[in-house]
Nanobody, 116 residues
Framework: QVQLVESGGGMVQTGGSLRLSCAVS????????MGWYRQAPGKQRELVAS???????NYADVVQGRFTISRDNAKTMVNLQMNSLKPEDTAVYYC??????????WGQGTQVTVSS
């Protein structure tokens, strides 16, 4: 059974940093990308950052230069380093793993709250 478990969320002041981690257990074949999404109250879930199996990264414009995504070679861990946090970064952050066949696996989410 595949499980994605996020950790590292919490509350921080504007300008602070947090590091999110996602541990992937179980067998996932043909991983094409891993990433982080977020959903703020009343808004749709949006992509924050992703990293392909080849190591290419992609960031939402609003986090470019502040957030950094990384993963291990075994694709069992994906991290999101978040610096210079802003109140608008407040959301539930979800870890995602996607396969070449289009199957998506999701974590349960971790709350990030940035106070002004």
């Amino acid at each position: 059974q595949v499980q994605l478990v996020e950790s590292g969320g919490g509350m921080v002041q504007t300008g602070g940093s947090l590091r999110l981690s996602c541990a992937v257990s179980g067998s996932i074949f043909g991983v094409s990308a891993m990433g982080w999404y977020r959903q703020a109250p009343g808004k749709q879930r949006e992509l924050v950052a992703s990293i392909t199996s080849g190591g290419s990264t992609n960031y939402a414009d609003v986090v470019q230069g502040r957030f950094t995504i990384s993963r291990d070679n075994a694709k069992t861990m994906v991290n999101l380093q978040m610096n210079s946090l802003k109140p608008e970064d407040t959301a539930v952050y979800y870890c995602n793993t996607r396969t070449h066949g289009g199957v998506n696996y999701w974590g349960q989410g971790t709350q990030v709250t940035v106070s002004s």
